[in-house]
């Protein structure tokens, strides 16, 4: 497999929560990127993580947030919960500094907000 | 418009049978190309890279025509284990997906 986790698996949430997904980075890979992936949708690209710094924001609000650390794991924050934030939250991880090398997908985090 | 655009399926075709998919882009600046598949409630998983030079895996045969900004994907010889969503991924600083096209091969 990709050797890219994810945590939780599953999560449930209320409407104006806030939620904090995990990912592991695959060791040597240090380009993260993050999609949330409704039902029927491909995957939206919200945002990439490069050595810790924010590298390119796709069409989501700031209340979605993330963070890099050092070594290389990941962090995305969603702030102030609404309905249509159900959906799938996947982690990918890349070996090299752009965002147009393969992706290398985790398991997902399926979020439902009540 | 969309950025990336697939054929909405859902194709249903025999075991043994050839289908195409099609994929069209809007960002002429696009960098890279793939095809990506999508067993149902799991992560997309690369299927393959796609040239301008055309490229074929095994059963399966990916095209690139970056005047027309289309990208296809064959694939022969149809098994049961072929079913899944097709995802046509571009890339340009980022990746971009399609919405996916589903495909059931039956018996």
């Known amino acids: 497999e990709t050797g890219v986790t994810q945590s939780p698996t599953h999560l449930i949430k209320t409407r104006g929560q806030q939620v904090t997904l995990r990912c592991s980075s695959q060791s040597g890979h240090n380009t993260v990127s993050w999609y949330q992936q409704a039902l029927g949708q491909g995957p939206q690209f919200i945002f990439q993580y490069y050595r810790e710094e924010e590298n390119g924001r796709g069409n989501f609000p700031p209340r979605f947030s993330g963070l890099q650390f050092p070594n290389y794991s990941s962090e995305l924050n969603v702030n102030a919960l609404e309905l249509d934030d159900s959906a799938l939250y996947l982690c990918?991880?890349?070996?090299?500094?752009?965002?147009?090398?393969?992706?290398?997908f985790g398991p997902g985090t399926r979020l439902l907000v009540l | 418009r969309k950025e990336v655009e697939q054929d909405p399926g859902p194709f249903n075709v025999p075991e043994g049978a050839t289908v195409a998919f099609n994929c069209t882009y809007s960002?002429?600046?696009?960098?890279?190309f793939f095809w990506y598949r999508q067993d149902c409630r799991k992560e997309p998983k690369l299927l393959m890279s796609?040239?301008?030079s055309g490229n074929e895996d095994g059963r399966f045969t990916a095209q690139l025509n970056r005047a027309s900004q289309y990208i296809s994907l064959l694939i022969r010889d149809s098994k049961l284990s072929d079913s899944a969503t097709y995802l046509c991924?571009?890339?340009?600083?980022?990746?971009?997906f399609g919405a996916g096209t589903r495909l059931t091969v039956k018996p």
């Open positions: 960002n002429s600046a696009s960098q890279s």
């Open positions: 990918a991880n890349s070996p090299g500094t752009g965002g147009e090398e393969t992706q290398y």
């Open positions: 796609v040239y301008s």
């Open positions: 991924v571009v890339g340009h600083n980022d990746m971009r």
